[in-house]
Every structure is written in C-alpha cells, then in structure tokens.
C-alpha cells in the first residue's frame, strides 16, 4: 500500500493529471486563479471577435444594410454622445481609437488611467485656483492690497 503524505501546512495542493500534484503558495495561487480567468475573459472575447468578423458582409445588399431607425428607444440611443451616425464607431476620448463594444469610459485600462489621471490633475488645478482666489480676497480684505507681491 502506498501511504499519502500531506503537504505541509502552508502550501495549497493543485491536482494536475497522471497522479501528479503541484504545491502553491496562497499567493501563488491567487495570482494563479486570476490569470486564470483574465485568459479566459480574453479568448471568449477573441472568439466573439472572430465569430462577427467570420460573417460575410456579401449576403445581403448594400440596402438591406443600412440601418433605419423606428422606435423612439432606437432614436435616443443614436443621440447619445458619440453616436451621432448609426454604425459609426464610438471613439478613445484619450488616444482617437475605437472602442470595445463593451467599454464606456476608454478604449483600454491604459487610456482608462491616464483620463483618470488627466481628470485628477485638472480637478487639483482648478481646486488650487479656488484656494488661490479666496486667499487673494482675504489679503485684499486684511491688508487692503490688491493682491499678493
């Protein structure tokens, strides 16, 4: 009989195939689980893409593919920033790319950050200007001055 050894306490047994077991850190393994699912995020999303750019665009005339739009609900979502024709792509407010169908805010978490970082740098500015602008009023009101020397 073959005796099994448990694996020491700090260490997560991953079964793998043929008997095989491969021992991780907690850490490891998280960082394991969610590259995991990142992988898995981005070949769903690949084979979404290939599925729609598989479609040939000869089946049906040029008529038949323009859009026309009925329905108030279909109107309004054409007015909404950035789809102003039907079928133009929405645009990157940071680089001028095109969009994933599924991101609002950036067309990548690159330009996501630096927006971020843009909008944060701007709302510092326009804070400092504030500040700027009540201390000029409170040494004009102290000292009588018209602002600072």
């Not at 005796?3 to 490891?28: Q, Y």
């Not at 994933?100 to 971020?116: L, Q, V």
């Not at 700027?132 to 409170?138: G, H, K, N, Q």
């Given at each position: 009989?073959?005796?099994?050894?448990?694996?020491?306490?700090?260490?997560?047994?991953?079964?793998?195939?043929?008997?095989?077991?491969?021992?991780?850190?907690?850490?490891?393994?998280?960082?394991?689980?969610?590259?995991?699912?990142?992988?898995?995020?981005?070949?769903?999303?690949?084979?979404?893409?290939?599925?729609?750019?598989?479609?040939?665009?000869?089946?049906?005339?040029?008529?038949?593919?323009?859009?026309?739009?009925?329905?108030?609900?279909?109107?309004?979502?054409?007015?909404?920033?950035?789809?102003?024709?039907?079928?133009?792509?929405?645009?990157?407010?940071?680089?001028?790319?095109?969009?994933?169908?599924?991101?609002?805010?950036?067309?990548?978490?690159?330009?996501?950050?630096?927006?971020?970082?843009?909008?944060?740098?701007?709302?510092?500015?326009?804070?400092?200007?504030?500040v700027?602008?009540?201390?000029?009023?409170?040494m004009?009101?102290?000292?009588?001055?018209?602002g600072?020397?």
């Open positions: 009989m073959m005796r099994t050894i448990d694996p020491p306490p700090d260490l997560i047994p991953v079964p793998l195939a043929k008997g095989c077991v491969l021992l991780l850190t907690e850490r490891e393994y998280v960082a394991g689980i969610r590259r995991g699912k990142w992988w898995r995020r981005r070949q769903a999303m690949a084979r979404r893409d290939q599925a729609t750019s598989e479609r040939p665009d000869e089946e049906c005339p040029d008529d038949a593919r323009k859009t026309f739009l009925d329905s108030e609900s279909e109107r309004a979502a054409a007015s909404a920033p950035g789809r102003d024709v039907v079928g133009s792509p929405v645009r990157c407010p940071v680089c001028g790319g095109a969009m994933p169908e599924r991101r609002t805010f950036a067309c990548s978490d690159k330009c996501r950050a630096a927006k971020s970082r843009r909008e944060r740098i701007e709302e510092q500015a326009e804070k400092s200007r504030h700027r602008e009540l201390l000029e009023a409170a004009r009101v102290v000292g009588g001055q018209d600072p020397e």
